[in-house]
């Protein structure tokens, strides 16, 4: 039952599976490639600020599929049929939190690689940004599954959940980008505990807020 709600899932999330879900891909590159048009040609300060600017795309990337991750269901029932057929809810959200990791945390992580190339960034410091995407991007999953749970049965959750997501992934943003100023790889560290700690705690939080959504 697990395996088949996966690939349902990567198949309603997955850029390439014909879920529709490439915007946040299409994003994260298009800040990429418009970024230097708007600061000019100068490569030192490219290199120096274009880590930063990749992790800001990162961070709305995972905004952008929100509205997708849980109101259909909710509003179809699926939830409530698996429920029937004795899946948990913190089952199917931690199932649920992987698929939307996949489906945006590896293919920013590749299109990072054309990105460092137009934002002038060194070895070192693509080597600091990948570490630091593997690290933080399922934390940026977690995030927006909790928040995407919480909104999904109020009239405005789609706005509201952009709104949360930013200052609750700040952490993961300040000492993901850290890192890439000060070149410091320790940083990363940080980082990796918060994303382990969010990954954690995310198909609890979420299941709660699928039952209270259900109740009410």
């Not at 429920?83 to 992987?98: D, K, T």
């Not at 995407?148 to 706005?159: E, I, Q, Y």
Request: net charge neutral; no cysteine.
């Amino acid at each position: 039952m697990i395996g088949t709600l996966l690939r349902r899932d990567l198949a309603k999330f997955f850029p390439f599976a014909g879920g529709g879900a490439a915007l946040p891909l299409v994003f994260f590159v298009a800040v990429a490639m418009l970024y230097p048009f708007a600061v000019g040609p100068d490569a030192a300060l490219l290199a120096r600020t274009g880590g930063g600017v990749v992790w800001i795309a990162a961070l709305l990337a995972a905004i952008l599929p929100l509205d997708r991750l849980v109101a259909d269901d909710i509003e179809l029932g699926t939830f409530d049929q698996l429920r029937l057929r004795g899946v948990s809810e913190e089952a199917m959200m931690a199932v649920r939190l992987l698929a939307h990791w996949l489906s945006f945390g590896p293919p920013l992580v590749l299109a990072t690689f054309p990105a460092a190339a137009l934002l002038a960034l060194d070895g070192p410091t693509l080597h600091l940004l990948l570490l630091g995407l593997l690290a933080g991007t399922p934390g940026l999953a977690a995030i927006g599954l909790i928040i995407a749970a919480l909104t999904a049965s109020l009239r405005s959750g789609a706005a509201l959940s952009g709104l949360l997501l930013v200052p609750l992934a700040l952490p993961v943003l300040i000492f993901g980008a850290g890192a890439l100023a000060r070149q410091d790889p320790a940083s990363l560290g940080f980082v990796g505990a918060a994303s382990l700690l969010l990954v954690a705690i995310a198909p609890f939080a979420a299941g709660a807020a699928i039952r209270a959504a259900r109740e009410n």
